[in-house]
């Protein structure tokens, strides 16, 4: 499997439980813990608006195809809604509403000034040429024009969309406008007001929280053996950093199996997704099943594909000690509480892959000031903002009996219901 685009974060059927009610469930759960107005917590149950559009293109041969598009804008009490656009067969406003409230979470955690937002096609992109994916998207932008904007709501690049598809985004955006306008979204290419080190900020930043995690528990990096599902942008910079810094990585997979070596993986050597394709197995002398991969007795299992990869079926055999998730929402909510009983430590999503989305704010900031940043200044800066939320989700874990899960929920729970009673309801 290879993992996502760098998301800022899709459900596979192997339990009935949507996006939605997997945040709404975790809402609960968090809010449990708190002393927070009910009132609160029912808001944010519910997203602000939800965007729907039809999307007609011209195909290639001349044909007209129409799709149908989302924008989901969950909370902005915080700052501007923000959050991936994705193209994918299964995008539904459901899934947008609760990777929306997930996208408040993780903005939240990082104490970013963004509330949450998802949005996508119903598409599968790989039936698109090159031309037809631009028309595609620069009419969905038109579609979604008065809705999205650097001060009201900032996409970025997630399953099936890229640097490109953002660059595309914006320069349809800034030709309605009339100037151009390069904070509209990000992930863009640096060249045209992208950030250096955007495209690696998941992955760096789950390699950052792994190494973290290990120090915590007093588990040498050295001494560390790691399996990665998934070996797309996320998988592959967080396997290819964690093998940097002395750990072993035994096992790595795209959709075809994956890669296992005991003795360690020099993942260097091996193409990631955007490098190479499917190519894993290829460079590998044993292969194992994504299934296999997932229950290695390892230290450190980095599920860095898809969604509800653990689940209720195997979540008795994950044999890692640390779960660390580079992709959105890999384990559900009976899958994390099965973990949970056998002391496994999963820590979540909003925390570990957060690196995207805190890397965006940066190039949203670059953007506003006109002014580029070093890949050094990047890198240090997103080490700074990791380790920062780190202490804040580690002193609600160490003060509570309660997993790194909700402790993370806790604190970006803390910090939204905070910002709604100082803001009130208006009128």
Same mark, same amino acid.
């Given at each position: 499997?290879s *993992?996502?685009?760098p ?7 192997s339990?009935?439980? *949507?996006?939605?009610?997997t945040a709404?469930?975790?809402?609960h759960?968090?809010a449990d813990h708190l002393?927070?107005?009910p009132?609160?917590?029912e808001?944010?149950?519910?997203p602000? &608006? ?6 007609p293109i011209?195909?290639?041969d001349?044909t007209v195809?129409v799709?149908?598009g989302?924008?989901a804008?969950?909370?902005?009490v915080?700052g501007?809604? !923000? #959050?991936?656009?994705?193209?994918h067969?299964?995008?539904t406003?459901?899934e947008?509403?609760?990777l929306?409230?997930?996208m408040t979470?993780k903005c939240?955690?990082?104490?970013l000034?963004f509330?949450g ?6 598409v &599968?992109? !790989?039936?698109l040429s090159r031309?037809e994916?631009?028309?595609?998207t620069?009419r ?8 999205i904007?650097? &001060?009201?709501?900032?996409p970025a690049?997630?399953?099936g ?5 953002m660059?595309?985004?914006m320069d349809?955006?800034s030709?309605q406008?009339g100037?151009?306008i390069?904070?509209v979204?990000?992930g !863009?290419p640096?060249?045209?007001?992208g950030? !250096?080190?955007?495209?690696?900020a998941?992955?760096?930043?789950v ?12 588990q040498p990096l050295?001494e560390?053996?790691?399996?990665v599902? #998934?070996?797309g942008?996320?998988g592959a910079?967080a396997a290819?950093l964690?093998?940097e ?6 096992a790595i997979?795209?959709v ?13 050597t091996?193409p990631s997704?955007d490098e190479e394709?499917?190519?894993v197995t ?5 292969v194992?099943?994504?299934d296999e991969l997932?229950t ?9 594909a898809l969604?509800?990869v ?11 000690d640390?779960?660390?998730e580079?992709?959105?929402?890999p384990t559900t909510s009976t899958a ?5 009983d056998?002391?496994v430590?999963?820590?979540p999503d909003i925390l570990?892959n957060a690196g995207?989305?805190t890397?965006s ?5 670059q953007d506003?000031?006109r002014r580029?940043?070093?890949l ?14 780190w202490d804040?989700?580690r002193t609600?874990f160490?003060?509570r009996?309660?997993t790194w ?8 729970l803390s ?5 709604h ?7």
């Open positions: 499997m *993992s996502a685009s998301s800022e974060d899709s459900p596979t059927p339990e009935p439980e *949507s996006a939605l009610e709404r469930l975790q809402l759960r968090a002393d927070i107005d009132n609160i917590v808001r944010l149950n519910h602000r &608006n939800v965007h729907e559009v039809t999307v011209e195909r290639d001349g195809e799709f149908t989302y924008r804008q969950h909370d902005s915080r501007p809604y !923000k #959050g991936g656009l994705r193209y067969p299964d995008v406003r459901d947008c509403v609760g929306g409230i997930w979470w939240a955690v990082m104490d000034p509330g937002a998802k949005g996508g096609i119903a &599968n992109p !790989k039936t031309d994916k631009e028309r595609l620069r969905f932008t038109q579609e979604l024009r008065k809705v904007g650097p &001060n009201l709501d900032i690049p997630d399953m969309t890229d640097p490109q598809t660059a595309w985004l349809a955006y030709m406008e100037e151009t390069p904070g979204v990000t !863009k640096p060249i045209v007001g950030s !250096k080190g955007r495209e690696d998941p992955g760096r930043s390699a950052i929280i792994t190494q973290l995690v290990c120090e915590y528990y007093d050295s560390t053996t790691v399996a599902q #998934g070996y942008s996320v910079n290819r964690l093998d810094r002395g750990a072993t990585v035994v997979s795209d075809n199996g994956a890669m296992y070596d005991p003795a360690g993986i020099d993942t260097a091996v997704h394709p499917e190519a290829e460079y590998a002398d044993t194992i099943s994504n997932l290695l007795d390892v230290d450190v299992l980095i599920p860095a969604g509800n653990i689940t209720e079926a195997n979540a008795d055999d994950i044999a890692a640390y779960v660390v580079g992709a959105n929402g994390d509480s099965i973990l949970a056998r002391d430590m999963v820590i570990a995207g989305v890397v704010y940066f190039e949203w900031l506003i000031n580029s940043w070093s050094e200044r990047v890198n240090d800066e997103l080490d700074e903002e990791m380790r920062a939320a804040a989700v609600e160490e003060n009996d309660i899960r909700d402790a993370a929920y806790i604190v970006a910090r939204i219901a905070e910002a009673e100082a803001r009130g309801l208006w009128p």
